[in-house]
């Protein structure tokens, strides 16, 4: 009953280290999300997927690429880091057909950039 | 495109006294409204959700929202809070489609006296 499982669960870096949060959900959801959570802002949609090998941009896009290989894992990669990517990264996901279905949101992976 | 607004960013209420938090929306259509509730270093959990229907939605641990379209509000209420309710409280809105994810407020501190 592991849901969505966000890896790893803090990590610092140097700027323009790269690096991969990883996402994976064991509820063959097809639609899955990254969203970051800054102090008074609220979450911002980073990346979508719909399915596996389909992915759009989001709210907040810039520096970050993602893909979706398979149904399970939809991993966020920061190619190189800047101190204005700290922030608490949050991995979502729900079934096909709209935001009648149910999201679950991982716990999140808090990232510093130094 | 749609926008969430939560005027409160603390609120501070006694334990036992009565709850009420505030979300307006703007979106053109029928919005999909959520809240959601979390705890320091957690995810986000779903308090409740509108859709359609009886406009007065009840939700989980004792909270209910109303829906009032003629003033894009979806406040939460709470009757009479208990010390385990001090959290993040997030309300967020959707298209029914849903496809480009969830737009959320910034949020609002809820803070409970002894």
Known sequence: NAGVTQTPKFQVLKTGQSMTLQCAQDMNHEYMSWYRQDPGMGLRLIHYSVGAGITDQGEVPNGYNVSRSTTEDFPLRLLSAAPSQTSVYFCASRRQGGNNQPQHFGDGTRLSIL | ?114
Do not use: M
């Open chain 2, 1 to 114: 495109a749609q926008s969430v607004t939560q005027p409160d960013i603390h609120i501070t209420v006694s334990e036992g006294a009565s709850l009420e938090l505030r979300c307006n929306y703007s979106y053109g259509a029928t919005p999909y409204l959520f809240w959601y509730v979390q705890s320091p270093g957690q995810g986000l959990q779903l308090l409740l959700k509108y859709f359609s229907g009886d406009t007065l939605v009840q939700g989980i641990k004792g909270f209910e929202a109303e829906f009032k379209r003629s003033q894009s509000s979806f406040n939460l209420r709470k009757p009479s809070v208990h010390w385990s309710d001090a959290a993040e409280y997030f309300c967020a809105v959707g298209t029914g489609g849903g496809a480009d994810g969830l737009t959320f407020g910034k949020g609002t501190h809820l803070i409970i006296q002894p």
